[in-house]
């Protein structure tokens, strides 16, 4: 067996995050620049610059500590994830004003209005989202890692 | 250890360890299948996947605002 398995799963963890961190970012950037749309990205760029990367780091090291008790497949274990981090996420955009309650909808970014009859679906289509990164990008990282 | 006691230790040990019945090789050779299974392509994803695959691009085009949230979780 190869050394250090948890570190293996923690990298195998935080590299879909590590990689779609410079994309938020130009999408970021390019909306406010380009199209001059305010968008407060300071604040919207902390959750996922310290908190999304570390979340699949601990949640791939929890798959592979508990794996040969649960034997859930890894698409199942990554599609639960959502659930602790779209209450998490909500949180801190709540507190540093990326994310506004109105009567009908949400404003994400200060610039998205989203009714709240999108929710459901939003949640859905992340479940999903999820299941399939987990399944087929970070088992295949733990794959290739000697881990799964 | 002297001559004697090694001869005695190794009557001991074959004493000890069953005898292996029959060949003690397969009768084929085995590196070619796990040569085959090396080069075997990994199984195509299952239809259900596909179809959830199109569901989330369908949902992404027909709200192409909910984008950004989703990078925001990512």
Not at chain 2, 32 to 40: G, H
Not at chain 2, 48 to 68: E, M, R
Request: net charge positive; aromatic share 14%; with cysteine.
């Amino acid at each position: 067996m190869k050394p250090h398995p948890y570190l293996r799963a923690y990298l195998a963890g935080v590299f879909v995050p590590t990689l779609v961190l410079p994309l938020l970012l130009t999408v970021f950037i390019v909306v406010r620049i380009v199209l001059q749309v305010s968008v407060p990205i300071e604040q919207a760029m902390i959750f996922p610059m310290a908190v999304v990367p570390s979340l699949f780091g601990l949640w791939n090291m929890l798959y592979l500590g508990s794996h040969a008790r649960t034997r859930l497949p890894i698409g199942v274990h990554g599609a639960v994830l959502p659930l602790l981090m779209a209450p998490a996420g909500a949180l801190v955009a709540t507190c540093l004003h990326v994310l506004e309650f109105g009567s009908h909808g949400v404003t994400w970014f200060q610039a998205l209005y989203f009714p709240y009859a999108l929710i459901a679906p939003c949640f859905l289509a992340a479940l999903v989202g999820y299941y399939l990164v987990w399944k087929y990008i970070v088992g295949f990282l733990n794959r290739v890692l000697g881990i799964a | 250890m002297n001559a004697h006691n090694e001869d005695r230790l190794k009557r001991l040990l074959q004493e000890a360890l069953p005898r292996i019945e029959g060949e003690p090789e397969p009768g084929r050779d085995l590196w070619p299948a796990v040569l085959r299974r090396l080069d075997a392509q990994p199984a195509a994803p299952p239809w259900f996947d596909w179809a959830l695959l199109a569901g989330l691009v369908g949902f992404v085009a027909f709200f192409p605002a909910s984008i950004p949230v989703f990078l925001y979780y990512l």
